[in-house]
């Protein structure tokens, strides 16, 4: 433990949030949260900038309920007392989590409840009339309960958090957010949270916050490399698959991976093309019900599946690159024009998935923000992850641009450096990949994108009824089930012997490799076989090799 730094019990916390924060296991705040929780607890607005996986949901959280159960103590009124505004359900799901376990040991004097994720607007009307003392919940969900009368903050609201605000502008949510702000009481204690500072985060810190205190923690927006590794490999289409293939099925990636691709076909291409060789991976897009996609997120939470491949939000938002006007316009025609799409759909950005070891960008992200949010979804915390983003000829000058984004013009020291994958050592894999890819016609992504929306509608249907009453029950229901529209060819489920490069072959066996015990260190396997892996355990991440090679280097 850190000497100097400010610790839960001396912040002046309730012995019931301790105890919450000692059941999570959190033996001292992160940095966001030293320096919030104290200042937001002398009463003080804030804005803070802090990088994803930071632990900003707590840092606002445990003011908040602190407050709450302080001001319980004086006045028993049941109200709604805060609101804290998010740009996708996933994300007020996963904070709405976060309230449950800090308020485990008070549940019944602070109530949250998230509304964003539920579509009847009626329906929730009950939660609402229960006044509980925090709702979360989108800007829209708030304003339409606000127009039905659902929702009364004038009176009661004492704080006000804007989580992901940067990210609320991007969704078209500044029309909600500034008609919600009419309906709350002059004065209120305000947080804003964002990944980025821009123009439009500054216009609604002047909308909402009195003398805050800015609090810029990092300076940049993902961890070091000591933390956090970021690779780049040069490949076209179809060294993508054929480089996705064996890296999985070598079990050269290793843990947990968000796999991410362009679009929505994407998406089963690449899923459809795996199961070709038995490697079961789930889809995540927006056009799966919402009960769907936060189930497949808990699941995956929970150790359920290795490998989700998701579209994120921004292919989503305008995937035709249209201007924001044109989209506006495009909204209002109807939501129809989206092909059933969510606007609040978010995968990259703000939600909290669990121990992912590897991000791989098998596309690029179109954006240097979206590149950062992707990420930004391993080395959460104080875990280590590694990014592998494959790069066609078509995405080099976007390349150019993250990487002058996260190491600044000047310098020459690229922070995402080359995989040195051997390609010619995986040749023999290429007409395996090329039978697989034949299988994986137009119209075999076709039928597995509507026989999964139907089958996810399905259990979106049934989740919802039965979760609400049989929680424990998440996990019967699996989302990485195969899709089966294209032809299996069942030889391709093995690896024979001689297609395993001679350098592995001492090493790997991956049928054998299933069966073993599930290793807690995941990464992605570095450069040549022969170079890095003669003589040790293949599954070990690259900063095992490098310190073993450092090791190695200052014998000789
Ligand atoms: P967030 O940035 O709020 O999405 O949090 C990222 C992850 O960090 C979550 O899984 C939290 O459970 C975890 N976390 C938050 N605060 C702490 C802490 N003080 N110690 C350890 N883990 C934490």
Known sequence: MDEDKLHFHEMGLDDRLLKALADLGWSEPTLIQEKAIPLALEGKDLLARARTGSGKTAAYAIPLIQRILTSKQTVREQAVRALVLVPTKELGQQVQTMIRQLTAYCSRDVRAADISGKADISAQKPILMEKPDIV?????????????????????????????????FSFGFEADLKSLLCHLPK??????????LNDDVQALKELVLHNPVTLKLQGSQLPDSSQLQQYSVRCEEEDKFLLVYTLLKLGLIRGKSLIFVSDVDRCYRLKLFLEQFSIPACVLNSELPVHSRCHIITQFNQGFYNYIIATDEQGLENPTGQSQKAQEKGKKKKNAGKKGKDKEYGVSRGIDFHNVSNVINFDFPTSVESYIHRVGRTARADNSGTALSFISHTEISMLTEVENALTGDNTHDSVL???????????????????????????????ARLKEIKQELLNSEKLKMYFEDNPRDLQLLRHDKDLHPAVIKPHLKNVPDYLIPTTLKSLVNPLKRRKKKKNKTGGVMLSSFK???RGKNPLKSFRYTKKKREKKAGKS
């Open 531 to 533: 170079k890095n892996f």
């Open 136 to 168: 979360v919940s989108t800007p829209s969900r708030v304003q339409a309960h606000i127009n039905a009368q659902n929702l009364q903050l004038q009176s009661s609201l004492e704080m006000l958090v804007i989580d992901e605000a940067d990210l609320l």
């Open 417 to 447: 450096k080359p995989y040195g994958f051997k390609m010619e050592e995986i040749e023999g894999f290429r007409y395996r990949c090329r039978d697989a890819m034949r299988s994986v016609t137009k119209q075999a992504v076709k039928e």
């Open 187 to 196: 004065i209120y204690q305000a947080f804003l949270m964002s990944a980025t």
